[in-house]
């Protein structure tokens, strides 16, 4: 079992930046893949960004040239570096860890989340 717990989330002007980050609990299970995910409301959850553990990455359309993700193999953490954020950046960020190579999933762990919300 992996626990997952984000910090980072705020209430943040348009423009301006947010740097999340989401730390995994040591486990014997090899985390291969983590993304962040968000879900706004009414709207459907959906992949913001991924990464593997050989670093290859994966944005949703609308972040890309705006957010950087990251991880540190090392210290079992995921960063996202968000910056230039809009009032549609708005959501709750899901971290989430899986043992498939492959950025786009499945994911097996989940964490509780954590606002972000940007006032225009």
């Known amino acids: 079992q992996v626990h997952l717990v984000e910090s980072g989330g705020d209430l943040v002007q348009a423009g301006g930046s947010l740097r999340l980050s989401c730390a995994a609990s040591?486990?014997?299970?090899?985390?291969?893949?983590s993304a962040w995910f968000r879900q706004a409301p009414g709207k459907q959850r959906e992949l913001v960004a991924a990464v593997s553990r050989d670093r290859a990455t994966d944005y949703t359309d609308s972040v890309k040239g705006r957010f950087t993700i990251s991880r540190d193999n090392a210290k079992n953490t995921v960063t996202l570096q968000m910056n230039s954020l809009k009032p549609e950046d708005t959501a709750i960020y899901y971290c989430?860890?899986?043992?498939?190579?492959?950025?786009?999933?499945?994911?097996?762990?989940w964490g509780q989340g954590t606002q972000v919300t940007v006032s225009s």
């Open positions: 040591r486990s014997t299970v090899t985390i291969n893949t």
């Open positions: 989430a860890a899986g043992r498939s190579w492959n950025v786009r999933g499945p994911y097996d762990y």
